[in-house]
């Protein structure tokens, strides 16, 4: 009876297009998770190893379009409202599926080449995660939707959310990557050493397919590995790269991830709101929420709240004087050190200077706005592709900071809260819109850290609005930052993320406020991250494959005593050492004639 372990390498062609697809399901949805998306790329390595070799490029395609088919469906949902039709939302969507399987495909097929030409182990082990991590960052740096349907886990990170503040999404990927190498080689080990239930041995056309594809040839006489000896390489390979993975993980078990508390000497409690007003009349909505609907719930919040953020596209103004008019009507009714967050959009009615806008466009915006008037603009850099794109402009400018002075509270005294003139204490702030959060190049190259990020948003399904709200999450992680996140869409999330605080606060519309902790005085350092951004991060990764190479080639001429340097260097070794005795020797030796010492 065939055993469980024989499956794949009996039947690949049934196995691995069953398998594939239903892990798609989970590792695949709007927000991917880290778990099933390490086990499904393992399962696609073990197929690629089936496939390149004996060249079926029929199961390829089949598999293809199976894995397409399964994130067209965890997708089906969200993207049916996206656009103006169902057709249009289902063609762009299976086009969209397509295209990532494709280039996870590519990636797959390259990395099962370049890892035949590692020329150590370790390079073998290590190539495909870098190549793995550089290619969804290209896609990330493409698309128009960023890190949005990528095969980038979001959430369920386990013991490396961490690294994000060090290595953005190319550490997470990078690791994905790693631990599918890890899983696909012990995978491979074991189906190739299975026995059948009657005893007999699992036997494979070529078992270099599943476990020695790897070629560990000597540079000088050409001889090859045998299979037991490239066995255990790679099996010793494989744990040391699964050594350095949990290694990874250990700091999550120590960095304390707790946020502040709101009542300490050394934190500046910052009351902060998200409006969400929902004008109704026995349980059900009268109207939408109107400027002047934002404005009294704005009023009633500044109360208890220093920052009052409205959500994407609050409002609209016919142009740009009608919005300075509007704001200038109720900046007056604004208290003195409080600041109104409004997502709005509008028509522009003439040219800007830089030639970005122009006479009819649309833009979606925030403004900051306080008793001394706006302080803080901000645009829309990246626009939902038919939806936003066709009726609006992006700018192409990156988010500033605006400093924001607090004044003392009722329990504190101006010189024990902070040090004159001014006694105030300075919060910077930064903003963003929606969509801007899908990139990790978001934030990068500020002159230092914010220590809030305004996140107004506007959603169009609770799925969509829960992947955005985990992009949010990310950049705040990255940003070492908080993230106050208003999503005014129907079913949208809204809450505060970062320094400790993972969890939405509500669904839906109903306005709220909350009492955060900013760390004083607050260390406006940069995370690495920040100041590095993805080519570093990449250039890491490839560093490791690199570093690992050398150190692996320096094993390799240790360990191969019979052929090419490794010979060479035992060669030398002997040499030196007849070299030593000889010197030895002549020092040694008894003095004769001149060399004698005249006082005998």
């Known amino acids: ?51 390149v070799p004996r060249k079926l490029w029929k199961s390829a395609a089949a598999q293809l379009v199976l894995v397409s088919l399964a ?12 656009l103006s039709t169902p057709f249009v939302s289902i063609a762009v969507l299976a086009m969209i599926s397509a295209v990532t399987s494709a280039i996870a495909g590519i990636a797959l097929v390259a990395g099962f080449y370049l890892e035949r030409k590692a020329h150590t182990s370790w390079t073998h082990a290590t190539v495909f995660p870098a190549l793995w991590a550089t290619v969804w960052a290209a896609v990330e740096a493409c ?25 953005g999404q190319v550490a997470i990927n990078w690791v994905v990557a790693a631990w599918a190498v890890v899983l696909a080689d012990a995978a491979g080990a074991w189906m190739v050493g299975s026995d059948d239930e009657d005893g007999s041995t699992v036997h494979v056309e070529d078992p270099s397919l599943i476990i020695f594809e790897d070629e560990d040839v000597n540079q000088d006489a050409g001889a090859r590995l045998t299979p037991t000896n490239k066995s255990s390489r790679k099996a010793r390979t494989t744990l040391l790269l699964a050594g350095l993975l949990l290694a990874l993980a250990a700091p999550s078990y120590v960095i304390s991830d707790m946020p502040l508390p709101v009542s300490a000497s050394d934190v500046t409690p910052l009351g902060v709101a998200c409006a969400l007003p929902y004008p109704q009349r026995n349980g059900r909505l009268t109207h939408p929420p109107t400027l002047d609907d934002y404005f009294k719930e704005s009023k009633t919040l500044q109360s208890t709240a220093k920052i009052i953020l409205w959500p994407e596209s609050a409002v609209e103004f016919g142009s740009i004087d009608e919005r300075v ?106 903003a963003s819109i929606c969509l801007d959060f899908s ?24 799925s969509v609005g829960l992947a955005m709200w985990e992009q949010a999450k990310a950049r705040a992680e990255e940003t070492g930052s908080m993230v106050l996140w208003c999503d005014g869409g129907e079913g949208g999330v809204s809450g505060i993320a970062g320094r400790g605080m993972h969890a939405f606060r509500q669904v839906g519309a109903g306005s709220w406020t909350q009492t955060v902790s900013v760390p004083w005085p607050f260390d406006e350092r940069r995370t690495v991250f920040s100041v590095a951004g993805t080519p570093s991060a990449l250039a890491v990764v490839w560093g490791i494959t690199g570093m690992a190479w050398m150190a ?12 090419g340097a490794g010979g060479s260097i035992i060669r ?29």
């Open 71 to 82: 994130i067209a469906i965890v997708h089906a949902g969200p993207s049916l409202g996206a």
């Open 439 to 462: 990139t990790s190049s978001s934030f990068t190259g500020m002159s230092s850290r914010p220590a809030l990020i305004l996140a107004p948003a506007r959603t169009w399904h609770p």
């Open 143 to 167: 698309s128009p939707i960023g890190q949005l349907t990528t095969w980038s886990p979001i959430v369920q990170l386990g013991g490396y959310g961490w690294l994000r503040q060090y290595g």
């Open 325 to 430: 008019t509007a704001l200038e009507r109720i900046r007056p009714a604004v208290q003195n050190g409080t600041y109104y967050a409004i997502g709005f959009h509008e028509m522009v009615n003439s040219d800007s200077p830089d030639g970005v806008w122009k006479i009819g466009m649309r833009r979606n915006g925030l403004v900051l706005l306080g008793y001394e008037g706006v302080v803080y603009e901000y645009y829309k850099r990246h626009l939902v592709p038919i939806a936003e794109s066709f009726s609006m402009t992006p700018a192409n400018e990156k988010p500033s900071l605006f400093t924001m002075q607090l004044k003392h509270p009722n329990t504190y005294t101006g010189p024990k809260w902070a040090p004159a003139p001014n006694h105030t204490r300075p919060v910077d702030i930064t």
């Open 1 to 51: 009876m065939t055993s469980l372990a024989s499956l794949p390498v009996r039947y690949p062609s049934r196995v691995y297009p069953t398998l594939a697809p239903v892990l798609a399901l989970g590792a695949l949805s709007p927000s991917p998770s880290f778990v099933p998306l390490v086990l499904l790329l393992s399962v696609l390595r073990l197929h690629i190893l089936t496939i």
């Open 552 to 563: 692996g080639g320096a094993v390799s001429l240790l360990e191969d005593r019979e052929h």
């Open 572 to 600: 030398m070794t002997g040499v030196a050492g007849v070299a030593v005795r000889v010197i030895q020797s002549i020092v040694r030796r008894k003095p004769s004639g001149e060399e004698q010492p005249l006082l005998a």
